[in-house]
């Protein structure tokens, strides 16, 4: 069984080796991302593993089904970079849906305490034996009321840790989980109320930019944003603005909406062309972190396993249960679906 995988870093090679330790597959490891151009090192492969930022478009699904490949093997749980509707019935996708929810959740925790607390700043002024506290001024968590949105594995553990500082709960999600114990409600009602909103749902044609320059105005003034979800959630032009006019108070971004182009890589030394992006990461109050949540070395270790996993049970059974089908429109429900083929 052979596999290209396409988007390596280091990270990802040891992990996979690892779980691969017993030689089952030949993988055939590529710094590049899957693109048209690329698609033809997977010449003679029976699947390609692909990650967040693999362009895994109608061209790219053309070439791949020309080449026999019968998998797209996501190494991540969001899709919304493969055209499944155009896969279907073509060539099968499969999926992480779950590697450590803890680590997103942690992460989002992170972000939110390094920029309430400033210790962005603190670490960086005490290496310089600048011990002096103005400007470092924070906000207890303790009483705030955090709006999350997406209420799913991830959202949850959010929602336990937040629970865990003292803060009121309030959340909003398309399907909203009957007996949970969340206090939803409609989401202009969150952003009215919220101090602090993270976001935990996936990227979707109709949530894309549902933070835009209309719903910013109707958040409370001083909001902190947290994305570590999609960039695309939020407008980042919008934000900007929402920012300079001081209605947005922080914003903590593991994802941003151009990041293909620039996240995962080196640029110091360079000029970033992307202004919008240069513009956020100058600001005071916005920490962006390179699509990292996921990276601990559980999550990887996850990753790696299920991916493998996937394979297996798909050439094996000829389906699994992780497997991405734009038929099922909620993929948690959607569990018959998968105990047969999915096409
Ligand atoms: P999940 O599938 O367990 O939960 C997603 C939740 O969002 C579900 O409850 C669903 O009903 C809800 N939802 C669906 N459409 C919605 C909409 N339009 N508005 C509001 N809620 C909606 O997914 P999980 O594992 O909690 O992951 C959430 C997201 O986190 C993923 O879609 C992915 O984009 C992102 N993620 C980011 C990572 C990172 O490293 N930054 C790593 C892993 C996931």
Redesign the pocket.
């Known amino acids: 069984m052979k596999i290209a995988f396409f988007d390596a870093k280091e990270y990802d090679k040891n992990s996979f080796i690892k779980s691969n330790s017993d030689g089952k597959y030949e993988i055939a490891f590529y710094e590049t991302r899957l693109t048209k151009d690329t698609c033809r090192l997977a010449e003679g492969c029976d699947a390609v593993c692909v990650f967040v930022n693999d362009d895994v478009n109608r061209e790219v699904i053309d070439e791949l089904v020309k080449m026999n490949i019968r998998l797209i093997a996501l190494r991540?749980?969001?899709y919304n970079n493969v055209d499944i509707e155009y896969a279907y019935g073509k060539i099968h996708v499969v999926r992480v849906?779950?590697y450590s929810?803890y680590a997103?959740a942690e992460h989002a925790m992170a972000l939110l305490l390094t920029s309430i607390r400033r210790i962005h700043k603190a670490y960086i002024r005490t290496k310089d034996f600048n011990f002096s506290l103005n400007g470092l001024t924070g906000f207890d968590l303790h009483g705030k009321t955090v709006g999350v949105?997406?209420?799913?594995?991830?959202?949850r553990i959010f929602i336990d840790i937040c629970r865990g500082f003292g803060m009121n709960v309030i959340a909003?999600?398309?399907?909203p989980a009957a007996g949970s114990g969340i206090e939803y409600v409609p989401l202009e009602e969150l952003w009215g109320r919220a101090d602090i909103i993270s976001f935990?749902?996936?990227?979707?044609d109709?949530?894309r930019h549902m933070v835009n320059a209309e719903t910013i105005a109707q958040m409370k003034k001083g909001v902190v944003l947290i994305n570590?979800?999609?960039g695309a959630l939020i407008d980042a032009e919008a934000l900007v603005e929402g920012i300079k006019a001081r209605q947005v108070g922080a914003a903590c971004l593991?994802?941003y909406e151009e990041e293909s182009n620039v996240f995962f890589h080196d640029y110091s030394g360079h000029i970033v062309d992307d202004d919008i992006l240069a513009r956020l990461i100058s600001m005071p109050n916005v920490i962006v972190t390179s699509?990292?949540?996921?990276l601990t070395e559980e999550a990887l270790s996850n990753i790696a396993d299920t991916t493998l996993k996937n394979v297996e049970e798909f050439f094996e059974n000829e389906y699994s249960v992780n497997e991405v089908c734009y038929k099922c429109p909620?993929l948690?429900d959607c569990k018959q679906e998968h105990n047969k083929k999915c096409f």
């Open positions: 991540c749980a969001g849906p779950a929810p997103v949105v997406g209420t799913g594995k991830i959202g909003y999600d398309k399907f935990h749902c996936p990227l979707t109709e949530n570590t979800s999609r593991d994802v699509h990292q949540a996921f909620q948690k």
